[in-house]
């Protein structure tokens, strides 16, 4: 087997077993990530300089942001030890190391299980460069792809 940097490479068994717990965490970050920028947005009104700042600073100059802020990060955390990759938190993308066995004397490779938010069970895979718009469908996966 080929060397590669992922602590943990799925099955897309394995990957869609996860898909239960992730449909819960993905859904409270895309809440808490809304509930952030509106109450920026609010904030904004009145406060004419907090676009030019980055989130740290405005969670530094508002400590009311930061349960929410200590929340996102927590469930951010929470997908990352299941040692998948948070890709997109608005469109619900998480990404799964895979190896792909190479037949004869290629190098076996790693890509990426692509899941989305919605989507039943993994239908998708991208090479580890590309990202969502490149996903090709999974052999076998019955289901079209939602984007």
Known sequence: ??????EKLFSADEANELIPRLEVLVRDLQVQAGAIRKKIADLARFDDKLAELDL?????RYPELRPIASRMSELASEIQELGCFLKDIDQGLVDFPFLVEAEGDDDDEVVFLCWQYGEPRIVAWHSIEAGFGQRRPLPGATKPLLN
Do not use: C
Not at 1 to 6: E, N, V
């Open 1 to 6: 087997m080929g060397k590669h940097r992922f």
């Open 56 to 60: 740290p600073k405005v969670i530094a």
